[in-house]
C-alpha cells in the first residue's frame, strides 16, 4: 500500500510542470489574449523601435527571452513574436532570434511532457502489443522524417509538434534538431511579414499572416515536406522488395 502511495506521489510531482505549463497557458489565454497580439505590437512600436535605437543589445536578449517564455509556457503571442522579431530586427537577425527562442520554450514542453506523461506512455506501449506497438515501432524507426513533418506541414499546431513526440518517447537530440531546422521555412516567412509591418500599420492594413497558404509559399514547404518523406518511402519499398525475394 505504502509503495502504490510513493508512487502515486512520484507521478504527480513529475506531472507537475506539464501541469504547470497547461494551466498558465489557460490564464494567460483568458486574461493577457489581446495584449499579447500584433495589434499591442502596432500600438507601442515607436517605443519599442526607440528603446531598440538606444539599447539594442539589452532589447535582443528582452525580447528573445520573452519568446521563449511565451512558448515555453505555451502562452497566446507566438506568431506575434515572431512578427516582432522582423519588425525589431529586419530578416537577420530577426529570424535567428525567432528559431533560438522557439527552439528553446519547445525544448522545456517537451521535457515537461516527458517527465510528466511520456515515460510512462511509452513503456506502456512497448510493453503492450498489436496496432499501437506497431505504430510506435514505425514512427521510431522513421523518427527524423516524421519529425521534420511535424514542423514543415503548416496543419500541425506548434504545441501539438512539442507535445506529441515527447508522449511517443522520441530521443531528445532528434527533437532538438528537427525543431531548430524544420521551424526556420516557417520562422523565415513570417519574420519576413514582420519586417513589412510598419509599412502595413502606417496603411492602416493588417498583415498579411495567411501568405503561408499562399500556392508560391505553401508549394516550397510541401516539397521539403515531399523530401522529409523520402526515407520512409525507400524503407518501404526495399522491406516489400525483401518480403518478395522470401
Known sequence: MSTNS??????????????????????????????????????????????????????????????????????????????????????FPGILYNVVAATMGAIVIFLAARMGLGDYLSSKIDSSSGAVKRMSEKLKENELSVLFLLRLVPIVPFFAANLIPALVGVKLRNFILTTSLGIIPGAAIYTWVGTGLGAAIEAGQDPNLGIIWQWNILGPLLGLASLACLPILIKAFRRKEEENDY
Open 6 to 91: 510513493n508512487q502515486s506521489q512520484l507521478n504527480l510531482r513529475r506531472g507537475l510542470p506539464l501541469l504547470l505549463i497547461i494551466a498558465v497557458a489557460i490564464a494567460a489565454f483568458a486574461l493577457f489574449r489581446e495584449q499579447l497580439s500584433w495589434q499591442a505590437l502596432a500600438e507601442h512600436r515607436s517605443a519599442l523601435l526607440e528603446w531598440r535605437d538606444s539599447h539594442y543589445i539589452y532589447l535582443s536578449i528582452l525580447f528573445v527571452l520573452a519568446y521563449f517564455l511565451i512558448v515555453a509556457l505555451s502562452l497566446p503571442g507566438a506568431t506575434a513574436a515572431t512578427l516582432a522579431g522582423g519588425f525589431l530586427f529586419g530578416l
